[in-house]
């Protein structure tokens, strides 16, 4: 399999992870604020496992 790919599906889930954890959460009982923070929470996520995915497979061209 394609390491670019691997990256993608890898990346995928663990949006869909963080978006099925956070489902229930309430904050001040307003909607748009725990989607706001729902939001954030997944950006977080998603620059976080692109660093650690960049760590773990590196590009070839940015290796030499």
């Known amino acids: ?14 949006i ?3 978006l099925r954890e956070t489902d229930g959460m309430r904050i001040a009982d307003s909607w ?3 989607e706001i923070i ?4 997944c950006m977080a996520v998603f620059f976080a496992v692109t660093f650690l995915l960049d760590a773990v497979f590196p ?6």
């Open 59 to 64: 590009n070839k061209k940015e290796s030499h």
């Open 16 to 18: 869909c992870a963080t």
């Open 38 to 41: 729902r939001f954030l929470i």
């Open 1 to 14: 399999m394609n390491k670019e790919t691997l990256k993608n599906i890898l990346m995928i889930f663990s």
């Open 32 to 34: 748009i604020l725990s």
